[in-house]
């Protein structure tokens, strides 16, 4: 009964695919959120949802396309993958906006060959 | 601007030894300090946060305004203590732009 839960948990794909990661919570939270965790472990905030709605856009490019057909739901699609986007990307989810702490997923290693 | 700040990346104590993993930040408004632990190949989750002043796994963290400062100690570090360890600050409690920023981590090795 995993909270969080992410898939797929590695994704080995070529420059210029598109690919997409799906999350998913089971605990009844309103907001989710997207991080990306680059090679030297830094760990940045890319989007969140609010009960479907973006509340936070973390300048980044618009490859990146969140999409929340649900509260219980957030899925990441990316176009034209760059070498760049290479890291781990982290599903986390919060009771509600502006609220703590974060229940975070296992990640998702998307390596860019 | 906030901003956070682990200056160690890597620390290593034999088992037994006092530890202390530093974080300082960065915000002008009222902060809100949280710290992280990703054991290997765990995901990310909670160890404690200011507001409980409570200890976690025996470790502790006193948020020094003055300091900016919100260092995190354990008197006698445990083999299985070893993890990376991420200081956050969670700004705009209550508003739709609140979100959690992230240090850049401290990777905590325990000798035998």
């Known amino acids: 009964d995993t909270a969080v839960s992410q898939t797929p948990k590695y994704l080995v794909t070529q420059m210029g695919n598109d690919k997409s990661i799906k999350c998913e919570q089971n605990?009844?939270?309103?907001?989710m959120y997207w991080y990306k965790q680059d090679s030297k472990k830094f760990l940045k905030i890319m989007f969140s949802y609010n009960n479907k709605e973006l509340i936070i856009n973390e300048t980044v490019p618009n490859r990146f396309s969140p999409k929340s057909p649900d509260k219980a739901h957030l899925n990441l699609h990316i176009n034209s993958l760059e070498l760049g986007d290479s890291a781990v990307y982290f599903c986390?989810?919060?009771?509600?906006?502006?609220?703590?702490?974060?229940?975070f997923g296992d990640g998702t290693r998307l390596s860019i060959l | 601007a906030q901003r956070v700040t682990q200056p160690e990346k890597l620390l290593s104590v034999f088992k037994g030894a006092p530890v202390e993993l530093k974080c300082n930040y960065s915000?002008?408004?009222?902060?809100?300090l949280f710290w992280y632990v990703q054991y290997s190949r765990q995901r990310l989750q909670l160890l404690l946060r200011?507001?409980s002043r409570e200890s976690i796994k025996g470790f502790t963290a006193d948020l020094n305004k003055g300091e900016t400062s919100f260092h995190l100690k354990k008197p006698f570090a445990q083999e299985e203590d070893s993890a990376m360890y991420y200081c956050?600050?969670?700004?705009?409690?209550?508003?739709?732009?609140?979100?959690?920023?992230f240090g850049r981590g401290t990777q905590l090795t325990v000798w035998p």
């Open positions: 605990l009844g939270h309103d907001t």
């Open positions: 956050a600050l969670f700004t705009d409690r209550g508003s739709t732009l609140g979100r959690l920023y």
């Open positions: 986390a989810s919060s009771q509600t906006q502006g609220d703590q702490p974060q229940h």
């Open positions: 200011h507001i």
């Open positions: 915000y002008s408004g009222s902060p809100e």
